[in-house]
Nanobody, 122 residues
Framework: QVQLVESGGGLVQPGGSLRLSCAAS????????MRWYRQAPGKQRELVGF???????NYADSVKGRFTISRDNAQKTVYLQMNSLRPEDTAVYYC????????????????WGQGTQVTVSS
């Protein structure tokens, strides 16, 4: 019963900061690349960024320099630190990860969290 659960969303003023967390739980052997997506109302879901098992990161141009992704392997958790937030950052943010279950067949499976709402407004 592998799950990804996001937390930390909420309302923040423009220019403010927010940190999202996504924890993987269940019968997990390994967590590989972890990603953050977001979907604004009426728009297509987009990739915000990702972090590999080696802690290498990559970001969309729209958030580069403002957002940072990190991970805690012991807690099987990925974080999204969001600074200098803008109204256009308002979206539901989704966690995504490649995970090898402890009783799997040796290949990783992609999982999605349920999302957490981030609203940037004054």
């Amino acid at each position: 019963q592998v799950q990804l659960v996001e937390s930390g969303g909420g309302l923040v003023q423009p220019g403010g900061s927010l940190r999202l967390s996504c924890a993987a739980s269940g019968s997990i052997f390994s967590v590989y690349t972890m990603r953050w997506y977001r979907q604004a109302p009426g728009k297509q879901r987009e990739l915000v960024g990702f972090i590999t098992s080696a802690a290498e990161t990559n970001y969309a141009d729209s958030v580069k320099g403002r957002f940072t992704i990190s991970r805690d392997n012991a807690q099987k958790t990925v974080y999204l630190q969001m600074n200098s937030l803008r109204p256009e950052d308002t979206a539901v943010y989704y966690c995504n990860a490649d995970i090898l279950p402890v009783r799997g067949l040796g290949t990783a499976t992609n999982y999605w969290g349920q999302g957490t709402q981030v609203t940037v407004s004054s």
